[in-house]
């Protein structure tokens, strides 16, 4: 089993988190980037392993731009549901990138979906909430964000949003009204604080 932090220097996290004012949940934050790590390298495509399973530095920067864009309450919630997962021998990773499938390849969706976690109907409910929340304040998407994913998912290529339900779908209801509250905050929005986030720790990471 591989982890992520014998490619990359804590210390540096450390530097970085402390930018954030998120030093108090340092060692929640990292443990859940080397538990999705961990989950990733896991995972085996048609075509066997992905590059990117081999690029330690470009998954961080991914992550933890995305989780640096998450209040303190969120990010407890969701650690609370990864250490759960953990427990119960659960790979988050899997179900996103299978969930994913409904979108890319829907006859393969079809022959995996059995083996995924029903959805209540509360659950759906909420999700949708966050989707149509995340597309009202998806209006000046930046075109480096375009040309990796479309703004709408359409010829088997899945929009930013969907991408993003298909990965919180397996989070607790107490991690996604968290979320939908968070999102909501009429000043906050989560693309442009990844997207913010991603540029300085590429940046941060290089020089």
């Not at 303190?72 to 997962?85: F, P, S, T």
């Not at 909420?126 to 703004?151: A, C, G, Q, Y």
């Not at 991690?175 to 000043?187: F, R, T």
Request: proline residues 3%.
């Amino acid at each position: 089993m591989r982890y992520l932090f014998t490619n990359i220097d804590k210390n540096l996290m450390k530097d970085i988190v402390e930018d954030y004012n998120l030093s108090c949940i340092f060692d929640e934050l990292s443990w859940i980037l080397d538990f999705e790590w961990k989950n990733f390298d896991q995972i085996r495509g048609i075509n066997g392993r992905a590059v990117c399973q081999d690029s330690p530095k470009e998954f961080f920067i991914m992550r933890l731009a995305q989780y640096l864009a998450y209040n303190k309450k969120v990010i407890n919630y969701i650690y609370e549901d990864l250490k759960e997962a953990e427990k119960n021998s659960f790979n988050p990773i899997f179900d996103k990138y299978a969930r994913m499938m409904e979108f890319t390849d829907e006859d393969k969706f079809v022959s995996i979906k059995e083996n995924l976690e029903i959805l209540s109907p509360v659950k759906l409910h909420l999700l949708e909430n966050i989707k149509n929340i995340l597309n009202l304040k998806s209006t000046d998407t930046p075109k480096e964000l375009l040309r990796v994913r479309p703004k709408e998912t359409e010829d088997k290529r899945i929009s930013s949003n969907d991408y993003y339900i298909a990965e919180i779908s397996s989070l607790s209801l107490k991690s996604l009204w968290a979320i939908e509250e968070m999102i909501k905050d009429p000043s906050y929005n989560l693309e442009e604080s990844i997207y913010e986030n991603t540029k300085y720790l590429f940046k941060k990471l290089n020089d």
